[in-house]
């Protein structure tokens, strides 16, 4: 059989590109190889956090429903387990953080004692919780009982023994802060008041203060320490919550059999109910009525430490985790979706009848140390800004409200912002609800011309989550009134609301 000169050619043409495929294809495995065994590490512990997260999330499921972390059945955010999308916020920028801390992790006390150097630690294998150690004001008090008390009286002085660990390599009785590296913050209560009020103890000296010990035990499960900075501010409480999440998912506990322990005297506020609706049991140091012997003891980052304040981030690590952690806690669907478009899909959407929501300030009594209740940073024509909004883009057929969220509930606040797309106000605390927003939401900010708009607390957290972002500051004088408020011109609310829905992706 005779091969015509043109199948040769042909043949070994293919047989040529054959060779060259599987030679680029080995030489890319290759490199893929390579690049894998590189960050081996770092991905098993994005994996190991991923899968972390999921336990938190989905502690349990029947036939394809979710259920969120809280009692109770049905398919809260109205998707099934098997169509679960778990890519939450930046992957990357999440492990970047988790080898950050893992790689500057350091262990005493034959690993009883881990600390992270940003500002956190974990005391394990039995760890001595002693009250009587401490000084300070038992806490809860309301607010009339305790007014303008100073807030120094209100935090806790511990003397050595307050937290005892066991530690195989030391003598009994010494004070951690004589061999325990610092926390890089040198004003954190970790640095001032926790490793000079935390020693060594032996475990013979454990084992004998547990037979010892005959009251119930008040903390069970892992115990997480907090202590609170301005805590009747959302914002900064917010931080508090935040920090103890991540501590959860960093160490691998559900939040839900975590014990807090707040460790301070601060009075009661209105933010303490949902610290038992994240977490499991809160208990206050003062409360405490013996030693308490805990197999687990977490101390959380300083509130000024946390990520959520450190507004030049590129990114925030566990934004989306949070958000839905926080809302299911208090049994509220979260949104995947605004105006029945994907959030990463979401040029040319339909946003006819977007809801906006104006938050007023008002005055209130939040702490001892004010007892008239006066807030600053208030809007004097409010009527206004309402009308202006409702008229500016009628065919849009936008949704207007208003609301002074102190005087509501705050599971009520949740879900009214949770239902909510474009989120206005003076800067505040309360714009801490950015957080809460759906995916592909708005947030408008205003400034007076007495505060710096170098504060950019809620522009980070729009940022963060890749909201859509813009803002007026005042810069005339005359705008700003008595009592703290502020007259915003006609026109400023129609001009922020057009830029801010072409950046939604509005046919405006």
């Known amino acids: 059989m005779r091969i015509s000169a043109g199948k040769i050619i042909k043949g070994l043409a293919c ?3 054959l060779w060259f495929s599987l030679s680029l294809w080995y030489s890319i495995s290759q490199k893929n190889q390579q690049s894998a065994s590189m960050d081996d590490a770092s991905s098993s512990e994005l994996e190991s956090l991923n899968s972390g997260i999921k336990r938190l999330l989905v502690p349990r499921v029947s036939g394809l429903h979710y259920h969120p972390l809280v009692g109770g059945s049905g398919n809260a955010s109205g998707r099934s387990a098997a169509n679960s999308d778990w890519s939450y916020g930046d992957p990357m920028q999440e492990k970047r953080q988790l080898r950050e801390w893992r790689s500057s992790e350091k262990h005493y006390c034959s690993h009883n004692l881990l600390t992270v150097p940003a500002g956190f630690a974990r005391l394990k294998g039995g760890v001595i919780v002693d009250s009587s150690k401490g000084a300070g004001r038992k806490g809860g008090e309301e607010i009339s009982e305790v007014l303008n008390q100073s807030e120094n009286s209100e935090y806790w002085t511990l003397k050595p023994g307050a937290f005892r660990v066991v530690c195989p390599e030391k003598q009994p009785g010494i004070q951690l802060k004589d061999f325990v590296g610092a926390f890089q913050n040198p004003k954190s209560h970790l640095n001032l008041v926790y490793l000079p009020g935390s020693t060594t103890i032996s475990e013979s000296e454990l084992h004998q203060l547990q037979s010892d010990t005959q009251t119930k035990s008040q903390l069970a499960g892992p115990v997480l320490a907090i202590t609170r900075y301005e805590y009747a501010n ?3 409480t917010m931080t508090d919550f935040y920090n103890a999440f991540v501590a959860c998912v960093y160490y691998g506990i559900d939040p839900a059999n975590a014990t807090v322990l707040i460790v301070d005297g601060h009075p009661k506020g209105s933010l303490d109910g949902i610290w038992s609706t994240l977490f499991g049991r809160v208990v206050r140091i003062g409360e405490l009525k013996s030693l308490q012997v805990v197999d687990d003891l977490i101390w959380v980052m300083m509130s000024y430490d946390a990520p959520l ?5 590129p990114s925030l690590p566990l934004h989306e985790p949070f958000r839905r952690f926080f809302l299911s806690r208090h049994g509220l669907p979260f949104a995947d979706t605004v105006g029945g478009a994907a959030a990463s899909s979401l040029a040319g959407r339909n946003c006819t009848g977007l809801r906006l929501l104006f938050v007023w300030r008002r005055n209130y009594v939040a702490h001892p140390r004010n007892p008239h209740g006066s807030v600053v940073r208030k809007i004097a024509n409010e009527e206004q800004l309402l009308a202006e909004a409702q008229t500016a883009f009628s065919k849009l057929h936008l949704r207007v409200s208003s ?6 509930d705050f599971r009520q606040q ?3 912002i949770s239902g909510v797309q474009i989120l206005a106000g003076m800067h505040g605390a309360a714009l801490s609800h950015t957080l809460f927003l759906p995916p592909g939401s708005a947030l408008m ?3 007076p011309n007495y505060w710096s708009p170098g504060n950019i607390h809620f522009r980070a ?3 963060w989550r890749g909201l859509a972002y813009d803002r007026w500051v005042n810069s005339d004088p005359a705008n700003e009134l008595p009592d703290h408020k502020t007259r915003v011109p006609q026109g400023v609310v129609t001009r922020l609301l057009n830029n801010l829905l072409l950046q939604m992706g509005c046919s405006i």
């Open 15 to 17: 047989v040529s590109m």
């Open 234 to 236: 959302l914002y900064h």
């Open 309 to 313: 304040h450190q507004h030049n981030r």
């Open 403 to 408: 609301a002074a969220l102190e005087n509501m």
């Open 414 to 416: 949740l879900k009214l």
């Open 445 to 447: 900010e205003l400034y």
């Open 461 to 463: 957290m729009a940022r």
